[in-house]
């Protein structure tokens, strides 16, 4: 039996069960070349740091009064 380099717990490993991950490209080449930019990691990141600081924001203006 070969050796696999895989990040699985070992304990699924030695059932058999391998769960295959998709591996996003990492950039995009553009909204206009007909690409869906939430394909791409780097597009996908942005997305959820922008979405996290809107929250927080959001949330610190609602607990504001209560100071």
Do not use: Q, W
């Not at 895989?6 to 059932?15: F, G, Q, R, V």
């Not at 553009?30 to 930019?37: K, L, M």
């Not at 791409?40 to 203006?61: K, P």
Request: aromatic share 10%; with cysteine.
């Amino acid at each position: 039996m070969s050796k696999l380099n895989l990040t699985e717990d070992p304990y699924l490993l030695s059932k058999g069960l391998v769960i295959c991950r998709g591996i996003h490209p990492p950039h995009t080449f553009g909204i206009f070349s007909g690409e869906n930019p939430l394909e791409f990691s780097f597009s996908l990141v942005l997305l959820e740091i922008s979405a996290i600081i809107a929250i927080s924001s959001f949330i610190r203006y609602l607990l504001k009064p209560l100071r």
